[in-house]
Structures are given as structure tokens and as C-alpha cells.
């Protein structure tokens, strides 16, 4: 035991590698791309540290070639689940009362081992499980997981240091206990750094966890977890269970020692499991903390004086990277009619350029969606569009599934502001325009308020700074993260912390002392050095 005060690294961000051509990066990659492509991993479930091998497979593919087997998946059953209860509750004495610091270097630890060792593994799997080109892998399994695991350890320690005053003769401090129980932590297929972020975050503050991954990301999933055990994560402090959700949802929900979920999905299965908590309630030992991050139908309105080329870069990009499978992503736009044949020749000109294909081609700026039923979904909606007198499919809209899931950039000009794809979540390279005539400025923007139950991310391009003052005060509630002449996605860990309100979640802030401070439970300690030996007060005599 030491009696030294440590002071834990200062966090920074990741830098972004390039991945240009001839760049050391880029020929690390390529070689990482081709081992994964010819090795088929056998991914198990991890229950207090042991690899179980269920016999209950699911094959992980390519979702642009979903006829190569990447591996295959070990499903956890009843039997598993409750193991991995069982063993979080077991781990969680010897984890809580681990001094932080030494908590805090296993994920300082974990993220040197990203940087500077399997990045290139990371990144792979990443690309190929979840068909991500190698930039969008890079800001995600790379740089935004790194990041997370830094700073959320100088949020640990900021939160700890945040420490009551005491009055003479009085010695007041502050406990910040880990939850009374285990943490449930689900986890979505969009974004590695997500599913390493949600079950860490919470085991960062001594809580022991429960992770069920997406199967649809088990690849990038169960790299992570073994970097965390090379980290040296103890058994037990998190269970990787890949499985049925609704099966895992039925075991950890009734269970009395729940205590949290940590969540990132669809607004429907937010709300199921909410009420499959309330519907517990009685059984718990204490109320559960619901932490989640779930839908969004993300909004670009443009003003009259907004830069054409700015604004179509930022719909480009917005929209467009990782297929529009990011909950932040651009999937509504308002353009005045002063500004819209501009805004559509340069669209049209600029999406003709944006090559789709494999990963593997590195050219490719759009790739595959992550599987059937997601391709199902959008090539509804397209085909809706393209027979509804209320739309018109203006750019793109073809898509193909015969080798890869494809859906090409598509753009959807609605011509009633509430038709289905400018409110509803699409999670698709799908593009909705309305465009509104420039006096009806004030009525558009209570339009755009109230045509989504969403409220995640939002952005504004305007040049006129008065037009951006206003603007930026009528969305204060449409948006958790409001950008100005950017693209509404890319919050980046340290900068920017992530979440919305409405139906987009409870807006506890990824990458920020907020979310932290979800998975405490404090205790407050008063110690009186002399206490008084009569009861009596002044005011009696």
C-alpha cells in the first residue's frame, strides 16, 4: 500500500492515420485484410475468463461479400447467462475494492495496446464484419475506443477528487460506490468504439458486467475483449455473452441483482426493456440505473446564405459515410428554394463521383449495409418513394443484394414535409429533401421540431451570423449535438460528448464525466472529532 497521491496520464486524442497510398498504414491494413479474409476464428462465449464453445453456431460474414465466412459465433444459452451473473456478482468484491488507479491502468493500458499493437487488427475486423472503409474503421476501433478508454479515466479521476468542504472540527468527504449489483451492457453493430465503451465505462467505476454484443459486430467484439484481457482485466469484471437479446433481457431483468443497463439501439427495444424494469421493480435491491442512446432522424437546415459548396460537402458526408448507418446521421434536409437548383446540380454532380464496392478496395467510399433484413428495410422505402405521388427518387436508389448487401447513395425529394422518410428512422444511405420557400423560413422550423420524436443531432449552414444566432436558439431542443456549418456527425471523444434527448435516449453524454457519474452511487461521511456530551441548545435557556 502506498501513501502517494498519483496523478493519471493527461488524456489526448488519437491521431488519425491517413491510410494514404504508399503510407506504412495503409500496407499494415492490406496484409491484416488478406490474413482475416483466408482465417475462419471461432468466437466463444467468455464467462469469468473461460472460453466456452456452446456448439450453438452462427456464422459471421462479410456483409459485402456475405457468402465468405469470416467465423462463426458459440451462442450463449440459459445456462451461459446465468453463469455470467453469477460470475459479475462473484468478481465484484475483489474489482470494487481495487484501488482505482490500478482500475483505471488496465484501460489506459488496453488503449496503448490499440495504438501501438492491434490497430491494424482492430481496424480489419471492423471493416470486414461490419463493412467499414478503412477511415471510417480507423475513427472508430482505433481512435474513438483509445479515446474513450483515456479520457473516461481522467473523468473517473475528476469525478473522485470533486470532494465536499468541511466546517471546523468536522471532516466531510465523499464515497463514489459502484452500483449495488451488475450491469447489463448491449451493445449495437454500428460502432466498435461503442461496444467497447458501454460495458467498460461502468466497470471503470468498479461495477462488474454483463455484455451481450450485436452479432452482426462479434468480430471487432471479441478482439476487444481479448485486449482487454492482455490489459489485464480480472475474470469475472466483465462476460462476453453473445446471444439472443430477448433471451439474455428475460434472465438479467428478473434478476434482484440488476442494477443498470447500459444501452445503444433502437428506440423500440429501449422502450421494451424499460418497462421490462419497471415491471421488476419490486424485485430489485435497488432502482436500476437506465442509461441509453437509441434513435435519431438527424437534420441538416440550410439557410439562404449558406455556401453551396460547404453545404454540399457536409449533406455528402453526413449522409453518406458508413451507408448512413450512424444514428447521428444526415437523413432530412431543408433547403430554400432561393438555394436549391444550386444545391441539387452539385449533389447530383458530386454523388455521381462516390464509388460503392468491398472494403477491400480501398477506393470505395461507400460499402455494404450490415445485413438482409437491414437491405430489406431500405429497399422499402425506396421502392415506396419511387411509387408515391408525395416523393420522387431524384439521385441514385439503386441497390442489389445478389453478392453484398449494396444500396447506392439515394435521394428522396418529398414533397409534403411529413412523408414517411423525412420522419421516419431509415439507418440507410437514404437521403430525404424538402425544400421550403424562403419567406415560410419561421414555419419551416417548427416543421422540422415537430415532424420527428427524435432529438439526437442536428446542424445549421448559414453564413449570416444573425441567421445562425437565430437559428441556433429556435433548435435548442431538436438536437443533443447541434453543429454549425458541419456535417451532423463525428463527435469526437473529449471534444464534443455525445447523446440526445426525446425519443434519441436519456442524453447522459458518452465520452464525459456524465456518463460516469450514472454508474456511482454516492455516500456522504461526516466525522465529528469532539462530539457534544449534552443535548440541549442554546435557544432552551
Known amino acids: 500500500m502506498t501513501n502517494s497521491i498519483f496523478t493519471i496520464p493527461k488524456p489526448y486524442n488519437e491521431p488519425v492515420k491517413s491510410y494514404a497510398p504508399g503510407s506504412s498504414e495503409r500496407s499494415a491494413l492490406s496484409a491484416e485484410l488478406g490474413r482475416q479474409m483466408a482465417t475462419r476464428v471461432e468466437i466463444p462465449v467468455i464467462v469469468n475468463g473461460e472460453e466456452i464453445k456452446t456448439g450453438d453456431v452462427r456464422n459471421v460474414v462479410c456483409p459485402h461479400d456475405h457468402g465468405h465466412v469470416l467465423g462463426k459465433v458459440h451462442m450463449a444459452g440459459e445456462k ?26 488496465v484501460f489506459l493500458k488496453a488503449a496503448d495496446l490499440i495504438s501501438r499493437k492491434y490497430s491494424a487488427t482492430l481496424n480489419a475486423a471492423t471493416m470486414l464484419g461490419q463493412s467499414k472503409n478503412a477511415f471510417q474503421a480507423e475513427i472508430d476501433a482505433t481512435c474513438e475506443l483509445v479515446d474513450f478508454w483515456r479520457f473516461n479515466v481522467s473523468y473517473m479521476e475528476e469525478i473522485y477528487a470533486n470532494q465536499p468542504s468541511s466546517e471546523k472540527g468536522v471532516y466531510n468527504r465523499l464515497e463514489y460506490r459502484p452500483l449495488e449489483g451488475f450491469v447489463f451492457a448491449l451493445t449495437p453493430f454500428n460502432f466498435t468504439c461503442i461496444a467497447g465503451n458501454l460495458p467498460t465505462t461502468p466497470a471503470m467505476m468498479g461495477n462488474t458486467i454483463v455484455w451481450k454484443p450485436s452479432t ?10 481479448r485486449i482487454l484481457k492482455e490489459a489485464g482485466l480480472p475474470s469475472g469484471v466483465i462476460n462476453f455473452i453473445p446471444g439472443s437479446g430477448s433471451q439474455v433481457a428475460d434472465i438479467l431483468f428478473t434478476h434482484k441483482d440488476f442494477a443498470g443497463m447500459h444501452f445503444t439501439g433502437s428506440t423500440a427495444v429501449f422502450q421494451n426493456l424499460w418497462k421490462k424494469a419497471a415491471e421488476n421493480i419490486e424485485t430489485y435491491v435497488s432502482y436500476p440505473r437506465i442509461v441509453g442512446e437509441t434513435g435519431g432522424k438527424d437534420y441538416i437546415f440550410a439557410h439562404a446564405s449558406a455556401d453551396v459548396e460547404e453545404l454540399v460537402t457536409g449533406i455528402i458526408r453526413g449522409a453518406f459515410e458508413f451507408q448512413g448507418q450512424k444514428c447521428s446521421a444526415c437523413s432530412r434536409l431543408y433547403v430554400p428554394a432561393s438555394l436549391w437548383p444550386a444545391v441539387q446540380e452539385k449533389l447530383k454532380e458530386k454523388i455521381a463521383e462516390i464509388k460503392v464496392g468491398p472494403v477491400t478496395d480501398f477506393t470505395n467510399f461507400v460499402n455494404a449495409v450490415i445485413d438482409e433484413k437491414s437491405f430489406d428495410s431500405i429497399d422499402g422505402y425506396i421502392s415506396r418513394a419511387q411509387a408515391s405521388s408525395d416523393a420522387d427518387v431524384i439521385i441514385g436508389g439503386q441497390r442489389n443484394k445478389s ?29 430525404t429533401v424538402y425544400v421550403y420557400e424562403d419567406k415560410d423560413l419561421d414555419a419551416t422550423l417548427d416543421i422540422l421540431d415537430n415532424t420527428s420524436p427524435y432529438a439526437l443531432t442536428g446542424s445549421v449552414f448559414a453564413r449570416d451570423r444573425g441567421a445562425v444566432n437565430a437559428l441556433t436558439a429556435r433548435l435548442t431542443h431538436t438536437a443533443g449535438n447541434f453543429y454549425i456549418n458541419d456535417k451532423p456527425t463525428g463527435a469526437v471523444v473529449g471534444q464534443q460528448p455525445f447523446g440526445g434527448a426525446r425519443k434519441s435516449g436519456t442524453n447522459d453524454k ?22 457534544p456530551q449534552k443535548f440541549g441548545y442554546p435557544f432552551m435557556g
Not at 462473484?90 to 470494487?96: H, L
Not at 449494396?406 to 435521394?411: E, K
Not at 456524465?514 to 472529532?529: D, Y
Open 216 to 225: 452482426t459486430a462479434v468480430l471487432s467484439n471479441y478482439y476487444v475483449m
Open 510 to 531: 458518452a465520452g464525459s464525466y456524465l456518463n460516469l457519474i450514472r454508474w456511482a452511487s454516492p455516500r456522504a461521511i461526516k466525522e465529528t472529532f469532539v462530539p
Open 403 to 431: 453478392k453484398g448487401y449494396f444500396v447506392y447513395p439515394t435521394v428522396i425529394q418529398a414533397k409534403t414535409p411529413d412523408y414517411e422518410s423525412m420522419a421516419q428512422e431509415i439507418f440507410g444511405p437514404v437521403l
Open 80 to 105: 451461459e447467462i446465468k453463469s455470467a451473473v453469477d460470475a459479475a456478482l462473484s468478481a465484484k468484491a475483489a474489482w470494487e475494492a481495487m484501488e482505482w488507479q490500478e482500475r483505471a491502468a
